[in-house]
């Protein structure tokens, strides 16, 4: 009886920790751990790490912030909304100037929003900002995220570079072509029996649940060594609004060199729509 009552309990922990996890709000989201935050697992290493570069880049040469971020579903909120309030969350630009941009991919509603700070609504009104989207479109329907987001993102950097009167040297290298891209076929439906983007976003969830009940488990087996009864605390891993990373308090996964949005704010301006 006590072991049914034991099991019965780590279940219980588990699922109230799990499920949570799996609803993707901005209350839900994590502070970034860089420029590229890509939770739904759609992008390569290497489109990652060229991005973050032309982020960081961008920042150290203009004091403008650009964040992309990948998720699997809006649940069924508005994907400007949602882009607005992760937008003021992460306070993305720099205090006073405003000059952020958040690029916001929702994979499993095929959904996308651009949202614009204050302090670049004049160089990227709501009509560059929608050719720019537009312009990603035949991309995201061939599931090449990659190249979508490598080339809004570098549009959007370039704008700002030649407002600000300067070269970045990583969009000089990226070798990625500025020219509309061709549609050569129409976009097939998706799958979620099929496709590998939904098979890798179900992969990221699993991952943390097995890392949750790693944790409860030890926090239980120690708690039982420490002769804890049924009503203390226990220790384990949560999304914390505003925290680092779904983890510990010292989680080593976070960048240190990273500070995150700087206290930037948005007036709403921005464009977006389906793919």
Not at 16 to 45: C, K, N, Q, R, W
Not at 157 to 172: K, Q, R
Not at 244 to 269: N, T, V
């Given at each position: 009886?006590?072991?049914?009552?034991?099991?019965?309990?780590?279940?219980?922990?588990?699922?109230?920790?799990?499920?949570?996890?799996?609803?993707?709000?901005?209350?839900?989201?994590?502070?970034?751990?860089?420029?590229?935050?890509?939770?739904?697992?759609?992008?390569?290493?290497?489109?990652?790490?060229?991005?973050?570069?032309?982020?960081?880049?961008?920042?150290?040469?203009?004091?403008?912030?650009?964040?992309?971020?990948?998720?699997?579903?809006?649940?069924?909120?508005?994907?400007?909304?949602?882009?607005?309030?992760?937008?003021?969350?992460?306070?993305?630009?720099?205090?006073?100037?405003?000059?952020?941009?958040?690029?916001?991919?929702?994979?499993?509603?095929?959904?996308?929003?651009?949202?614009?700070?204050?302090?670049?609504?004049?160089?990227?009104?709501?009509?560059?900002?929608?050719?720019?989207?537009?312009?990603?479109?035949?991309?995201?329907?061939?599931?090449?995220?990659?190249?979508?987001?490598?080339?809004?993102?570098?549009?959007?950097?370039?704008?700002?570079?030649?407002?600000?009167?300067?070269?970045?040297?990583?969009?000089?290298?990226?070798?990625?072509?500025?020219?509309?891209?061709?549609?050569?076929?129409?976009?097939?439906?998706?799958?979620?029996?099929?496709?590998?983007?939904?098979?890798?976003?179900?992969?990221?969830?699993?991952?943390?649940?097995?890392?949750?009940?790693?944790?409860?488990?030890?926090?239980?087996?120690?708690?039982k060594r420490r002769g804890i009864g049924p009503g203390g605390y226990i220790g384990g891993s949560t999304w914390s609004d505003g925290g680092s990373s779904f983890g510990s308090s010292d989680s080593s996964s976070s960048d240190d060199s990273f500070s995150g949005g700087d206290g930037g704010s948005s007036g709403g301006g921005g464009a977006g729509g389906d793919w």
């Amino acid at each position: 009886m006590k072991s049914t009552r034991r099991v019965a309990f780590v279940l219980l922990i588990f699922l109230a920790v799990a499920f949570p996890a799996l609803a993707e709000t901005v209350a839900a989201m994590p502070a970034p751990t860089g420029y590229i935050d890509d939770y739904a697992g759609v992008l390569s290493l290497s489109a990652k790490s060229d991005m973050e570069s032309t982020a960081r880049e961008l920042h150290d040469k203009t004091r403008a912030q650009i964040f992309l971020v990948t998720i699997n579903t809006l649940e069924g909120e508005p994907v400007e909304t949602f882009a607005n309030e992760l937008f003021a969350k992460w306070k993305i630009g720099e205090k006073k100037t405003d000059r952020g941009v958040l690029m916001l991919f929702a994979i499993k509603d095929r959904k996308r929003w651009i949202e614009i700070g204050y302090g670049l609504e004049g160089i990227l009104n709501d009509a560059k900002v929608g050719d720019i989207g537009r312009d990603m479109v035949p991309a995201l329907r061939a599931q090449n995220y990659d190249e979508a987001t490598k080339r809004g993102l570098n549009k959007i950097c370039s704008v700002i570079a030649l407002d600000s009167g300067v070269t970045l040297t990583s969009l000089s290298n990226s070798g990625l072509s500025t020219e509309p891209i061709p549609v050569e076929s129409p976009a097939e439906p998706q799958s979620s029996s099929n496709s590998s983007v939904n098979k890798w976003g179900f992969l990221f969830p699993l991952l943390w649940f097995v890392i949750i009940f790693s944790v409860i488990i030890r926090a239980i087996i120690s708690r039982k060594r420490r002769g804890i009864g049924p009503g203390g605390y226990i220790g384990g891993s949560t999304w914390s609004d505003g925290g680092s990373s779904f983890g510990s308090s010292d989680s080593s996964s976070s960048d240190d060199s990273f500070s995150g949005g700087d206290g930037g704010s948005s007036g709403g301006g921005g464009a977006g729509g389906d793919w």
